[in-house]
């Protein structure tokens, strides 16, 4: 497969994955700022942070209201991570590769980047928020089942396969270290219940609350959280699952010495047994390590792989 297809392939599978994720991770907060009290209420800040995008959004705006906020991560053409940018960079990769994917999935991504861009405004407004987000994911997750259902399991297919959890492996971590710095502390019995509704956020944010139930317990505790978030070996958006899927995924590929040992680096990291018991400064220093290792397994992926980036005029010289 030629390295530029494969990129394509791989930066696709990401980009409708990074979409996803916003959608859900902007519902999400929505919903908590209607289940926390008033006085309690976190801002919009943290999803500014959580995509990475501070200092862009800080060059452009004062404070963090939830019009500017909002309008940042939908819609924004100087945020390369807001949905619509997101979906116009995952269009213009299927574009390129219309042969090698299913003419079904270019359909779709093709309509949703449509979609999107005719009913943005409509996502920014309290009511029509809640339905706009909600076809975003949709649609999503309908094209990951037209891949899913109907692409030859070939070398294209693991590059998408990579990039796919890779994004969602990347995105997890973000959530559970910029959420998790910012909840309440659960040290009395008067602030716990509302604890208990911000880690149900994190969850959320991941669709991961009922699959949490089902394995773990009732109860929405820290330490359980942060276990199932990172270690569960079932759960499709658990960090290690994800990282288990590249592992899979780049098994079948050649020339994969050096990422297998980027990832054997990683899992044995997931596999600690005291990752539920970390304080949180210990905790961020951990999920810290983990992104720059997720950071430098792309890295390996890309020089492996992929096309080197062009030459700049002193590098020509």
């Known amino acids: 497969m030629l390295s530029r297809v494969a990129e394509n392939i791989y930066w696709m599978a990401r ?53 500017a906020v909002l309008r940042f991560m939908i819609g924004a053409k ?33 309509a949703l980047y449509f979609f999107g861009g005719e009913h943005m405004q409509e996502g920014l407004t309290k009511r029509g928020r809640h339905p706009f987000l909600k076809q975003i994911v949709l649609r999503c997750q309908t094209i990951a089942g037209k891949v899913s259902g109907t692409m030859n399991r070939d070398q294209g297919y693991q590059f998408l396969r990579l990039g796919y959890n890779i994004e969602r492996a990347d995105m997890t ?21 509302f604890a208990s509704t911000r880690w149900m956020a994190v969850l959320n944010s991941i669709s991961a609350y009922q699959m949490y139930r089902r394995s773990q317990q009732p109860r929405v505790q820290r330490s359980a959280v942060v276990r199932f978030v990172l270690q569960d070996t079932a759960f499709p958006r658990a960090v290690y699952y994800c990282i288990n899927q590249v592992e899979a995924g780049i098994s079948l590929l050649p020339r994969n010495a050096s990422s297998m040992r980027v990832i054997g680096r990683l899992k044995r990291s997931l596999t600690s047994p005291d990752i539920g018991g970390l304080d949180q400064e210990s905790l961020h220093a951990f999920i810290d390590e983990l992104q720059v290792t997720i950071s430098e397994l792309h890295q390996e992926l890309s020089g492996t792989w992929f096309l080197p980036p062009p030459a700049t005029a002193s590098n020509a010289d």
């Open 15 to 67: 980009y409708i994955e990074r979409v996803e994720n916003t959608a859900r991770l902007i519902s999400a907060a929505t919903n908590l700022m209607l289940d926390l009290p008033k006085g309690m209420r976190q801002g919009w800040g943290p999803l500014i942070a959580i995509a990475g995008c501070d200092e862009i959004y800080r060059k452009r705006h004062d404070e963090y209201g939830e019009r």
């Open 78 to 110: 100087d945020n390369p991570d807001s949905i619509l940018e997101s979906l116009q960079s995952a269009r213009e990769n299927c574009r390129t590769i219309r042969d090698i994917v299913p003419r079904e999935v270019w359909e779709q991504i093709n």
């Open 173 to 193: 971590t973000r959530i559970l270290d910029v959420s998790s710095a910012d909840l309440l502390h659960e040290d009395g019995p008067d602030l716990e219940p």
